[in-house]
Every structure is written in structure tokens, then in C-alpha cells.
């Protein structure tokens, strides 16, 4: 989250080939036809030119921790994804391929092996081998590493070498979902040696990092600035980067981004919000370009008691929140509407995106405003309550519109709803820790779904074990149904049942989907070459990035 994400953020990009450029496509990245009419574009126009360097914004603020392990949102993902590489790839429209990995191959059902590229180097020289891997898996499991991607490690029984550039994962029962994690933080390899010596420090301003990507960490000054430097000696020859210095600054407030974008201080930066995007639309200095994502925007209850774990008031706010006014309004049409909290970028290229697709259509529609119909839900509801207190990040202009919308609506079915800010630190430690969720009833959720597989995120809302279970939601078909898609290695069969439990758990959860944003970046127009679409959260983008020939390089 801000959102479970993987195994601790809920965590999407359009259907291009990885070296295309600037190619569009004007339909859906979330299973309705989009309201806006501005095309998806998957990547930039190709960079030519090489930059001396580049200032770069994380508007959700500065990252707590570099490690791969603890990485579980949007601003250290944005820096990792440039650091550490994962074994395998993600790719702009949401596939995947080899990585770190050359190859990967299932020998036994329960049985994966991995052979590694055996050139790839990290940045002090050392050689990447399958100690490096084992040890960057594994050290995930202990508890003291906190890792936010420890459900990865579900149904594995060992992780072993093979050889120096070759790794075994058995398994107790299989599981498919597996290799799909290998595209994102838990994936991401570290130097075994430089784990060990940097001990708990591993990704903080002082201990560093150790990693083999296209950019190395040359700088850390806390609460300004992360600076990263090229480079040189990468592996992968035809991704070598065009820019040598990359600095992230930490400007959260949106008029003062917005103001340094237009003045030139910061050249880029992707989540870019509505009243930027505004501002920015007819800019002289740069482009605003809209892309496919895996972004979803939902409501959740916080816990067993709250009047939201009544699934009928949830199915009560669904008829009178205005879908279309918060599209229209809140996002100027960059969004789509939503029948579940899953986006359909997850599945819609892979190979079962048929399968899918069949499943998603079957859904019921997301329903139109009916006070009515919504005031007898209410009085089914068996809470007594009809006060609910809901979270949102202070400052978030979207998602107080959003819920503003939503606080309209409730006071016409007798719900009194009562819009808490809270700071971004309390905002972002609510997921994980149950002592800051008191006194809340729900908090609006602006998560994506991080791997190209909707079961990884329906799994932490609804597995009775899962961290972001806050609700104590039990259906044992759901559950069933969901852990036979994770086994099944037949990608058709696996989306069939995935496709009976989500037309199963929207009906009974209590989650409330309200959109898919697109995603929203900002290029200066000396720069160029970046994707566009979300799936840069776990891509090497910084390394497409390039000049344009305009300005100063």
C-alpha cells in the first residue's frame, strides 16, 4: 500500500514491446473503456542524447530504507528499481523475462531451477554468483530482516546452490506465483558479503548498498537529496545509461513541485496529480504523458469492529458514491472505473489475459447512484453504528475530493462519515502496525498490484493469515480456490479458478472500488526515453532516460 503491496503493499503498464517508442494505444488498462480521450503511451520517444545530469522528484517524500527487502512503496521502489536488479524483468505492458536469471525452469512440480547470467558483475567488482542469490532470498525469512515480501516465501522448503551460477528452490507444494515475484524487491540481489557486513544498516543513509544495476548509490544526505551515478562497467551493454548523475529531491507538496517543474529545478517526476497535471498541461518547458497502470483506489475497513466489516454498508456507499463525478472531477478522466479492486494491466497480457478477460466481464456492472436501493442496505446492516471515521494522507487533494464525494453521498443513507489526515509517516505505518489504526474505521487505499498476477494482491485481503486481513475476512471457498490458482501451472486453468474466487469475494468482502488512476509523468523537454506506464516501479526506466537535444545536457 500505501497499500499491501506484494506481500506488504497491494501494489501496473500497456501492451508495447520493451523497445518501442512512444507507440500508443487508446484502450483500457482497467476493463472499462477509459473516460479520457488521451491515448496510453507505454514509453517516451527514444532518448539519443547523454545528460551530465538529472533532477528527479519523489512526490510520496524521502524512503525510509533502501533495502530490497523493506521496500514496500512507491519512493524506495522509484530509486531500487535503478540499484538492484531482480533475477527477472518486468517489462512496460506487465510480461516478464530473463533477468539477473538467463533462464529458469520448473524440472519437478515442486522444484525450480534457476541459471544465472554468469557476467554480471557488482559495482565494486565482484562477481555476482548463486551465493549472492541464496543469501538475498533467504535472509528474507528471518524475522529480524523485516522484510515486507516474506509471503513470497510461502511454500518454499530450501533455496540452494548448484554451482556458481546456478539455484535451486524446492518447494513443499507448488507454486506458480513464485516466479512472478522474482520481478520485484524479493527478486533484487545483493552482494552476500556486503549483507553481512553492513548488518541491520543494509540500504540506510550510512550502510549503503551493494548492488549490480545500471546506476550505483554514490550519495544519501538525509532529508535533501539521493544521488545515483552511472554505471560504466554494466552488464547489459544495450541498456547502458545515457545519464551520469541522478538526483531525487523530496518535494511532496504539489504547488511546489509544480513550480519547480516549470522552472526547470526538477526535470521529471512519474505520479503526477490532477491539479499538477492542470498546471502542467500547456507547458513551454516539458510534456505530460499518461500511461497504462496497475494503480487501484479502493476503500477498506481497518478492523473486525468496524461498521465497515458490515459488508452492507460497503454495498450501501457503492450506490451513492459517483463513480463518474470522481472520475470526471477528481482525476479529469485519466482514470477508469473499476467492478473489483484488481486493474486489469495484472492480467491482460499474459498468457490466460483471455481466460481473464472472460472472468472480469462476467462481473456484475459497477453499479450507478440508487439512494433507495442503498438506504435498505442500510437497514439490513446489523452494526449499530452509523458514524465512520476513515484515514487519508494529509495533503492528498485527490483522495479528500474523493472522499468528500463519498461524505456527500452517506449523509443521504443516515452514514456520518468523518475524514481524518493523518501524516505521511502515521499514514504509511497504519499498514503495518494495528496501535495507528485506532480510532479509525476505514482508510482509503491508493495501492498497485506489483507483480503480473491478480491473486498476489487478492491474497493479502483476504488469506485469514495475511498482514492486511484487518477485517478477519474467512470465505473457505475464496481461499481454496485461490491457493489452487497459485499451484496450478496451467496459466488458463489457474485464471479459471482465480476467476470463481473473485466472483465469489466481491460479493462478500468489504472493500469498496472506486477507480484506476493512469499513470501521470512529467518530462522536461530535454529529456526523453522513460516509460510511461507503471510498470517503471520495477523497471530499470532511469536507464532509457536521455537527452533530447534540447536545453543543457
Known amino acids: 500500500m500505501p497499500a499491501p503491496r506484494r506481500s506488504a503493499a497491494l501494489v501496473l503498464a500497456t501492451a508495447v514491446a520493451l523497445t518501442a517508442a512512444a507507440c500508443t494505444s487508446s484502450s483500457t488498462s482497467s476493463g472499462s473503456a477509459a473516460t479520457n480521450p488521451a491515448a496510453l503511451t507505454a514509453f517516451t520517444p527514444t532518448a539519443r542524447g547523454q545528460l551530465a545530469q538529472v533532477t528527479w522528484n519523489l512526490p510520496t517524500g524521502e524512503p525510509l530504507s533502501l533495502d530490497p527487502a523493506k521496500a514496500g512503496d512507491y519512493s524506495p521502489s522509484t530509486v531500487l528499481s535503478n540499484l538492484c536488479e531482480p533475477l527477472l524483468r518486468l517489462k512496460a505492458d506487465y510480461t516478464y523475462g530473463p533477468g539477473l536469471a538467463a533462464s529458469w525452469k520448473w524440472t519437478t512440480p515442486t522444484t525450480l531451477v534457476l541459471d544465472l547470467r554468469d557476467d554480471v558483475r557488482f559495482w565494486d567488482g565482484t562477481a555476482m554468483t548463486s551465493a549472492d542469490v541464496v543469501a538475498s532470498l533467504t535472509r528474507q525469512l528471518d524475522p529480524a530482516t523485516r522484510s515486507v515480501n516474506v509471503d513470497a516465501l510461502r511454500y518454499v522448503s530450501a533455496i540452494t546452490a548448484g554451482g556458481p551460477h546456478q539455484v535451486t528452490v524446492a518447494f513443499k507444494k507448488p507454486d506458480q506465483l513464485f516466479v512472478k515475484t522474482l520481478t520485484n524487491g524479493f527478486g533484487q540481489v545483493s552482494e552476500a558479503a556486503y549483507l553481512k557486513a553492513a548488518g541491520a544498516g543494509y540500504g540506510t543513509a550510512k550502510g549503503g548498498l551493494m548492488?549490480?544495476?545500471?546506476?550505483?548509490?554514490?550519495?544519501?544526505?538525509a532529508g535533501e537529496s539521493i544521488t545515483l551515478t552511472r554505471n560504466t562497467a554494466y552488464w547489459d551493454r544495450t541498456l547502458q545509461p545515457k545519464v551520469e548523475n541522478l538526483t531525487f529531491r523530496f518535494i511532496t507538496d504539489g504547488s511546489t513541485l509544480t513550480s519547480a517543474l516549470l522552472s526547470g529545478q526538477i526535470d521529471g517526476s512519474y505520479e503526477i496529480n490532477t491539479a499538477t497535471a492542470r498546471a502542467l498541461a500547456h507547458s513551454s518547458v516539458g510534456h505530460l504523458y499518461q500511461g497504462d497502470s496497475a494503480q487501484t483506489v479502493f476503500l477498506t475497513p481497518t478492523a473486525p469492529t468496524s461498521p465497515l466489516a458490515d459488508v452492507h454498508l460497503v454495498q450501501a456507499l457503492q450506490l451513492v458514491l459517483d463513480r463518474d463525478a470522481v472520475i470526471r472531477n477528481v482525476y479529469d478522466g485519466a482514470a477508469q472505473e473499476l467492478k473489483t479492486f484488481i486493474p486489469s494491466l495484472v492480467w491482460q497480457h499474459g498468457p490466460a489475459a483471455s481466460t481473464y478477460a472472460q472472468g472480469y466481464a462476467a462481473l456484475p456492472a459497477a453499479p450507478g447512484?440508487?439512494?433507495?436501493?442503498?438506504?435498505?442496505?442500510?437497514?439490513?446492516?446489523?452494526?449499530?453504528?452509523?458514524?465512520?471515521?476513515?484515514?487519508?494522507?494529509?495533503?492528498?487533494?485527490?483522495?479528500?475530493?474523493?472522499?468528500t464525494f463519498l461524505q456527500a453521498g452517506a449523509r443521504q443513507i443516515g452514514l456520518d462519515v468523518t475524514i481524518k489526515q493523518l501524516q505521511p509517516t502515521q499514514m504509511s505505518g497504519l499498514f503495518y502496525d494495528p496501535s495507528l489504526r485506532q480510532g479509525l474505521d476505514a482508510t482509503i487505499v491508493q495501492g498497485y498490484v506489483e507483480m503480473p498476477d491478480p491473486g498476489s494482491y487478492v491474497e493479502q485481503m483476504t488469506d485469514p493469515g495475511s498482514l492486511f486481513n484487518w477485517v478477519q475476512y474467512r470465505n473457505a471457498s475464496v481461499s481454496a480456490l485461490l491457493a489452487r490458482a497459485r499451484s496450478d501451472a496451467d496459466p488458463a486453468r489457474s485464471a479459471a479458478e482465480y476467476n470463481q474466487a473473485q466472483a465469489l469475494f466481491t460479493k462478500d468482502l468489504p472493500i469498496l472500488p472506486i477507480a484506476a488512476p493512469d499513470e501521470r509523468l512529467f518530462l522536461n523537454d530535454r529529456l526523453s526515453g522513460a516509460p510511461a506506464s507503471f510498470a517503471y516501479i520495477n523497471m530499470p526506466w532511469a536507464a532509457y532516460l536521455g537527452g533530447t537535444g534540447k536545453g543543457n545536457g
Open 211 to 221: 548492488c549490480t544495476g545500471p546506476f550505483k548509490l554514490a550519495s544519501w544526505q
Open 369 to 403: 447512484v440508487d439512494v433507495t436501493k442503498a438506504k435498505a442496505l442500510v437497514a439490513q446492516a446489523t452494526t449499530k453504528s452509523r458514524s465512520i471515521t476513515v484515514a487519508m494522507a494529509a495533503g492528498d487533494q485527490q483522495s479528500l475530493q474523493t472522499l
